[in-house]
């Protein structure tokens, strides 16, 4: 975009119209050809000499360009075909960019536009950039100018695409759907994102080291009012803590030595939208007397700075550790702990929700088959029971360590218990503990997940099913009923 203080985004004293690049004092310059690849650019302008010339340096620089000689081709050409940009002079007959302009907008709002006119003012071009224009550039022109412009402009727009489909990937990868999980636990957990996301109280997310602490904060801010705003995460243990209170809440030019220019913090680039402090056990007291301040005023003070800002952001806290504990021997703030914990939601370890390992298998099969572009059908019998019954220290995280390891040795269609990593091969089995001390117990809830994870493996083919399991197909449609699965 044009500086909004410069919005004419063109230099006086240029060279003549018609002076090429390679004729100008411009041995050092160079041109990026990136963003010429596969675009289109429509050139229209009244002046045959001007469009020609345009249309030269354009096809030259690598683009594929069309040409119209006024506003009314112009329409023709965008009706039949898609630009990637539309490069316009300001004055012509029938239609004047303005009115192309608009045409561009009702019949590709995707297309960049950049209107050119030898008739400089103020008003049109603010005019020209209030209903939409993306640059705006005088007569005469400098060619390297707009190659420089057009690269950039194209260059933002792809970008912009990449940024789009990259926040696609992350909603679909952290949607609220993908909570995988059927245990009681999970349900529970579900129901409580579900209460909550549609609030602004703080949540408190507690769990081990690798249980999806940040996924569950994600699935709360998609639900939210805010979820078309940004969620920001901070990991405060991944941060030396000089570093910290600046990274948080930002500074003033001349705050340090240094500091040549101001910068935002976490809390002013998540305004609107969500802040995750990952590991905030580990905030050094001074900080947790500041965040309190934040939580409580919805205000912060920049290092350096002599007065509060305001802000407006919703805080989801997680924490690996016991913060009760750490408020009994004085490392954490009690005051803090009860307003990170308005609303608290634990997540139990994955030994105690085993019933939930198939189903995770499965799910972390299906995305490392898409980011590997593979088509692993899944685990084998044995690698499923062997998965089932760790005790996987490491939870989610290291029970997707083992599946990509999988991949990466998987030679066939499924993975087996030799494509595992050793350290999991050789583990020892989950202990039976809790609810499953019963042995009875303990059998009907590896019967269940078997059975599943078999049915799972074979697309729903209960007689393909009962073959591998090596029993009836009547047995197997009994089991089902009795066991439940659905």
């Known amino acids: 975009m044009t500086d909004p203080l410069n919005p004419l985004g063109a230099e006086l004293g240029t060279p003549p119209v018609g002076l090429r690049p390679s004729e100008l004092d411009t041995a050092d310059s160079t041109h990026p050809t990136t963003s010429a690849m596969a675009s289109s650019i429509l050139v229209a302008d009244d002046d045959e000499a001007s469009r020609q010339s345009l249309v030269d340096v354009l096809s030259d620089a690598g683009y594929t360009v069309s040409a119209a000689a006024d506003g009314f081709e112009a329409r023709d050409a965008l009706r039949e075909s898609d630009f990637d940009l539309v490069l316009t002079d300001l004055k012509m007959p029938g239609l004047d960019g303005l009115e192309v302009l608009e045409q561009v907008r009702s019949l590709c709002p995707q297309t960049l536009v950049v209107i050119i006119t030898a008739h400089a003012s103020i008003e049109s071009a603010v005019e020209a950039l209030r209903q939409g224009a993306h640059d705006y550039m005088l007569k005469p022109l400098v060619y390297d100018d707009v190659i420089t412009k057009i690269t950039r402009l194209l260059e933002q727009k792809r970008l912009a695409w990449e940024l789009q489909d990259l926040r696609r990937q992350v909603d679909a990868r952290y949607d609220f759907d993908n909570l995988v999980g059927e245990s009681r636990a999970m349900k529970q957990i579900g129901e409580r994102i579900q209460r909550v996301a549609a609030t602004t109280s703080t949540v408190l997310i507690s769990g081990e080291s690798g249980v999806g ?14 979820s078309g705003a940004i969620f920001l995460p901070i990991n405060c243990g991944a941060i030396p803590e000089q570093l910290l209170e600046t990274q948080m809440f930002g500074h003033v030019r001349g705050a340090f030595t240094g500091a040549t220019q101001s910068h935002d913090g976490v809390f002013s680039r998540a305004r609107g939208g969500t802040l995750f402090l990952d590991e905030i056990s580990e905030l050094p007291m001074p900080l947790q007397v500041k965040l309190l301040r ?46 990170l914990n308005v609303f608290g939601i634990t997540i139990p370890p994955l030994r105690s929700r085993r019933e939930d390992i198939p189903l995770l298998v499965d799910f972390l099969v299906h995305r490392h088959n898409v980011e590997m572009n593979r088509h692993i059908k899944g685990v084998d019998n044995a690698a499923m029971k062997l998965l089932s019954t760790l005790h996987w220290e490491g939870n989610i995280r290291e029970l997707d ?21 050793a350290r999991v091969v050789g583990a020892k089995e989950f202990p039976a503990t809790g609810v499953d001390d019963n042995l009875k117990s303990a059998m009907r809830t590896y019967e269940h997940h078997h059975i599943a994870g078999v049915l799972n493996q074979t697309g729903g083919d209960k007689r393909e099913a009962a073959d591998k399991l090596g029993i009836g197909l ?9 066991l439940g699965i659905e």
Do not use: M
């Open 294 to 339: 934040a939580i409580e005023e919805k205000e912060i003070l920049p290092v350096g700075a002599s007065k509060p800002r305001t802000v407006d952001v919703r805080i989801i806290a997680a924490t690996n550790r016991d913060l009760e504990a750490r408020c009994a021997d004085g490392s954490f703030r009690q005051d803090l702990y009860y307003r």
């Open 474 to 482: 009547s047995s197997l449609y009994r089991k089902i009923e009795e």
């Open 213 to 226: 602490k940040e996924v569950v904060a994600r699935a709360i801010h998609k639900q939210s009012p805010r």
């Open 401 to 421: 360590n083992a599946i990509e390891h999988g991949f990466i040795v998987a030679a066939g269609d499924w993975i087996t218990t030799a494509d595992l990593p």
